[in-house]
T-cell receptor
């Protein structure tokens, strides 16, 4: 079946630094990728939707300058958390939508900012 | 507006008991899709089922079964003869026909004790 690879699985970074999270569709082309954020014991909240080759659409309340999303190819989308702060610590998960494959989720990235 | 409500925050059962996880949804779309996902402690989302709004047939897959009732806007999930490995957070999700986004419920944490 369709596989989405998300890296890294976990990352610890210092406050003020930037972290890049990659999401790759391994055996299909993803026209659309979704980025979600999940705080402990809470649901997944959509942060942004990105279509290949165009700017991402951010949900209300999500700072686009802080959470940079790039979807440069049909198999790769990246989320960069810029100038990370402890309150950005969370579980980030991507989801790729293929024409035939439907929606597939990555395995998530646990970000801890110290 | 679209909304998914999982009223049960946590459920604890003893192994071999049957357990039903409730999901109630709201949407104005006539075409929509309902999903259930399992999120074990490791964090990844495991797809369990997708049901479209035109198919009200109940489905059974091994120990899992789903009851879709449009009249009550519910899509409940039953695990028969629960096992410890079923312990996880289960999310119900809704996708409107006109949108690509998945709206998640808040999840139900299921603990199955030996």
């Amino acid at each position: 079946g369709a596989v989405v690879s998300q890296h890294p699985s976990w990352v610890i970074c210092k406050s003020g630094t930037s972290v890049k999270i990659e999401c790759r569709s391994l055996d299909f082309q993803a026209t659309t990728m979704f980025w979600y954020r999940q705080f402990p014991k809470q649901s997944l909240m959509l942060m942004a939707t990105s279509n290949e080759g165009s700017k991402a659409t951010y949900e209300q309340g999500v700072e686009k300058d802080k959470f940079l999303i790039n979807h440069a190819s049909l198999t790769l989308s990246t989320l960069t958390v810029t100038s990370a702060h402890p309150e950005d610590s969370s579980f980030y998960i991507c989801s790729a939508l293929g024409a035939l494959e439907g929606r597939t989720f990555g395995s998530g990235t646990r970000l801890t900012v110290v | 507006a679209q909304k998914v409500t999982q009223a049960q925050t946590e459920i604890s059962v003893v192994e071999k008991e049957d357990v039903t996880l409730d999901c109630v949804y709201e949407t104005r779309d006539t075409t929509y899709y309902l999903f259930w996902y399992k999120q074990p402690p490791s964090g990844e989302l495991v797809f369990l089922i997708r049901r479209n709004s035109f198919d009200e047939q109940n489905e059974i897959s091994g120990r899992y079964s789903w009851n879709f009732q449009k009249s009550t806007s519910s899509f409940n999930f039953t695990i028969t003869a629960s096992q410890v490995v079923d312990s996880a957070v289960y999310f119900c999700a809704l996708k409107g026909g006109s949108q690509g986004n998945l709206i998640f419920g808040k999840g139900t944490k299921l603990s199955v004790k030996p």
